[in-house]
């Protein structure tokens, strides 16, 4: 489990300026834990193992997905998000928030079933701010980023193309039209294909191979989160 990330974490400010700083603090507290890992020497590196080390946990434990380790692991996605600028900073802001939630939990839920259980009996997993709510909301920031590395590695297209088609099929659908079209502008400030590998420390091979591994690690953890919601009959249309 990634250790020494919690205690860098602040309680969340409702006012966008507030949001915005503190997703810039845990981006920084992301950073540091990332660089402190041993023997892992760029962002992607540490994340991809970051999600092996879960989905393991997950196979260890049953197949259950304690929720301690699953929030540590996903704070780390947050220096991704950031490595994409300001395109993407609607997509960090909220997942930031979302994610703390969810380390928040952990001192009183064990495991995600634990969180969707007392949500489904007090009858609001769709109630903004509950545990179950942000956990669909931190599911569809993962999805976005494997998404995104999916079209990454399919094209030898820009960044942009990658980055418009990852996000309509996972955020898109859910985003009012407000929101889609201050995406679709701000998408424009994306860089280059060349400088995102750049800003995560890789080389064009190195690029292919370690988002093959998030890809990889990281969706038998996507696939359990909605197993979770369908296994309860809740669809996932929101």
Same mark, same amino acid.
């Given at each position: ?67 301690? &380790? ?149 969706? &038998? ?18």
């Amino acid at each position: 489990m990634v250790m020494g990330f919690r205690t860098k974490l602040l309680p969340w400010s409702s006012s966008a300026a507030g949001a915005g700083a503190q997703a810039d603090a845990m981006c920084d507290a992301a950073a540091a834990v990332v660089a402190a890992r041993q023997g892992m020497e760029t962002p992607l590196t540490a994340v991809a193992e970051a999600f092996e080390e879960l989905a393991r946990g997950m196979e260890a434990d049953g197949g259950e997905l304690r929720l301690a &380790p699953f929030g540590d692991t996903c704070a780390l996605v947050s220096v991704l998000f950031n490595s994409l600028g300001i395109a993407f900073k609607f997509a960090e802001s909220e997942y930031v928030t979302k994610v703390n939630d969810l380390i928040g939990a952990s001192k009183e839920y064990a495991t995600l079933n634990d969180i969707l259980d007392k949500d489904v009996e007090q009858d609001c997993v769709k109630k903004q701010g509950s545990h179950s709510r942000n956990l669909r909301r931190v599911r569809l920031g993962l999805g976005l980023i494997k998404a995104l590395f999916e079209q990454f590695l399919a094209t030898e297209g820009s960044l942009y193309d990658a980055a418009t088609t990852a996000y309509g099929q996972v955020c898109a659908p859910f985003h009012s039209w407000a929101i889609r079209k201050a995406v679709g502008a701000g998408m424009y400030t994306l860089p280059t294909r060349e400088q995102l590998i750049l800003r995560l420390n890789e080389t064009d091979c190195s690029v292919q191979k370690e988002m093959r591994r998030y890809i990889d690690a990281s969706s &038998p953890i996507i696939e359990y989160i909605d197993s979770l919601f369908l296994s309860r009959n809740i669809v996932l249309d929101w």
